[in-house]
C-alpha cells in the first residue's frame, strides 16, 4: 500500500473515531409548557451532578442515562430570571450549553428565564425600543480609560432640542455594567415601561463601578467629576439636581448611599436596594452624619431604602434604615 493510501485511511480512520466520541447534541435548559425545567449535562466520567439555583431550596441531584447524559427536570417554577450552576463531582460550573451566562467577575453561573403571562416587565416586547452604547471615557480621577454603558430611549439622536432626566444605575459587587442589560433587561424594562406611559423618557447611564483595590472611595469622585461631565458632554440630558437619579444595588446601595446623600445638590432622588455599607468609606460619611435636615429634605424628592426579607443583608439595612430616619 503506497504512503497516500496509508495516510488516507489514517485520516478516515481518525474520522470515524471522533464520529463516534462525538457528544449527543443537548438542550439545556429546556423551559415547558407547564413551567417545569428540564437540565441536562454530558459526561461519562462524572460520577455525581447536580443543578443548584435559586428556585430550589437545594440542590437536586441529577440522573444519568446509558448516553452519558445527566438530567432532572424541576418545577414548575414561578416566572422570572434565574442563576444556576451545575455541581459535578463537587465542582460548581455554568451549563455548558447554556451560551446565557450571568455577567460576574467573581462566579460563572447561567441563566433561565422563566417567561410569564401576561409577559413580565423584563421581557422582550413589541414596543418601541431604546438604544446601547458601549462607551469608554478618561477617568482623571483613576488615570485611566474606563467603560460605560449608556441607555438612550427610542427617539433619542444626536441631534435635536430636547434633553432628558438621567438615571446612574450602579450595579453590585463583583457584577459589572452588564449586569444590568444582560441578567436584569434594564433596557427591555425601560422600553416597557416607556411604552406603557408609567417612566419618563430617559437616559441610563450604566458604569463599572468595581475600583481596585478598594471598591468605594475612587468611585464617588469618578462618577461626580469624570463620569457626569463625560454624559452632559455627550448627550442631551437635562442639567441640575431635578433631573438627576442615582440607584444600585449591594455594593452598588453602598455607593448609591456615598455619591447620593454626600452630593444631594447633584442627585434629587436617591434609591439604594439592599446597600452593603461595611465600607470604610461609609463608616467615615456616616459614623458622627448629623446633616442640616431641613436642607436635605429641600435638596431632596424621594429617598429610599429597602430590602427583601430573603435577603442576606436583611438586618444590616434595616439597621440602615433605622439610622436614616
Known sequence: M??????????????????????????????????????????????????????????????????????????????????????????????????YIFANERFKRSIVNIPGNPPLVHSLQNVPHGKLDYRYYKSNTLKTTRRLIVYTPPGYTSKGKVKYPVLYLIHGGSDTEETWTKVGFANHIADNLIAQGKAKNMIIVMPYGNVRPSPMPGFTSDLINDIIPFIEANYRVSPGSGQRAIAGFSVGGGQTLNIGLTNTDKFAYVYSYAPYTATEEFRKNFSNWSPDADAMNRQLKVFNISVGTEDFLYESVKQNIAMFK
Open 2 to 99: 503506497t504512503r497516500i493510501a496509508y495516510f488516507t485511511a489514517a485520516i478516515l480512520l481518525s474520522s470515524g473515531f471522533i464520529h463516534a466520541q462525538r457528544p449527543p447534541v443537548i438542550n439545556s435548559p429546556e423551559v415547558h409548557a407547564d413551567n417545569t425545567v428540564t437540565f441536562r449535562y454530558y459526561s461519562r466520567n462524572a460520577q455525581k451532578v447536580s443543578v443548584n439555583g435559586e428556585f430550589l431550596p437545594a440542590a437536586k441531584l441529577m440522573q444519568q442515562d446509558t448516553s452519558g447524559v445527566w438530567s432532572v427536570t424541576v418545577g414548575p417554577v414561578k416566572p422570572d430570571i434565574y442563576p444556576y450552576s451545575f455541581i459535578v463531582d463537587s465542582v460548581p460550573i455554568a451549563d455548558p450549553n447554556n451560551s
